[in-house]
């Protein structure tokens, strides 16, 4: 006896929305974003504001202001937000980053690497940022990227534990050029 002679189909049409919702939650959910102009920036600040605990970056280049001020509130909510950078940054020091120094926000260089050419953010160790997309105003304006956003708790896991590992070898940051947060000496930290 098929279900629709029992349950009227309304209902079953209902219950299988339901069953579907539920399926795509317990497997995750990811949203794809694009640019020039296609919402990147503005899908990263959404999910930084969002952050109730942690947001953990690796950055290969760093100038977008609206992403330095949603990581600078989100710091001041009390969310322990920490960016590891390619030691190149240093090169450039952009507002952004000035942004993040004045705020006090912790910064560090991987310098174990050529290039930590990563762009990627963890927050609250269930949601990943990633994609091509550097965290640029030229990403968002004039280049050809993508981001993803992914809600995935174990995905998460397997990014922050990278992160770990990239900020046990990362040093911490200065530029010579803006002034050191406090603890932090004035002192370039770049080996030969």
């Given at each position: 006896m098929p279900l629709s002679s029992v349950f009227p189909?309304?209902?079953?049409?209902?219950?299988?929305?339901?069953?579907?919702?539920?399926?795509?939650?317990?497997?995750?959910?990811?949203?794809?974003?694009?640019?020039?102009?296609?919402?990147?920036?503005?899908?990263i600040v959404r999910e930084v504001r969002k952050a109730s605990r942690s947001v953990h970056v690796q950055a290969f280049s760093f100038t977008s202001q609206p992403i330095a001020r949603a990581?600078?509130?989100?710091?001041?909510r009390g969310v322990e937000?920490?960016?590891?950078?390619?030691?190149?940054?240093?090169?450039?020091?952009?507002?952004?980053?000035?942004?993040?120094?004045k705020a006090g926000v912790p910064w560090f260089l991987d310098r174990e690497h050529s290039?930590?050419?990563?762009?990627?953010?963890?927050?609250?160790?269930?949601?990943?940022v990633t994609g091509s997309f550097n965290f640029t105003t030229a990403a968002e304006h004039h280049n050809a990227e993508n981001v993803l956003v992914i809600h995935d708790p174990d995905l998460a896991a397997r990014f922050q534990a990278n992160w770990k590992l990239h900020r046990a070898h990362s040093q911490s940051g200065v530029f010579p050029s803006l002034p050191a947060p406090s603890g932090r000496s004035s002192r370039r930290t770049r080996q030969p």
């Open positions: 189909r309304s209902l079953l049409v209902c219950i299988a929305a339901l069953m579907v919702t539920v399926l795509l939650r317990a497997a995750g959910t990811t949203e794809v974003f694009f640019s020039p102009e296609g919402g990147c920036t503005d899908a990581l600078t509130e989100a710091s001041k937000v920490v960016v590891l950078f390619d030691q190149g940054i240093v090169q450039e020091p952009h507002a952004a980053m000035e942004i993040l120094v290039i930590a050419h990563n762009k990627v953010m963890v927050i609250d160790d269930s949601v990943v």
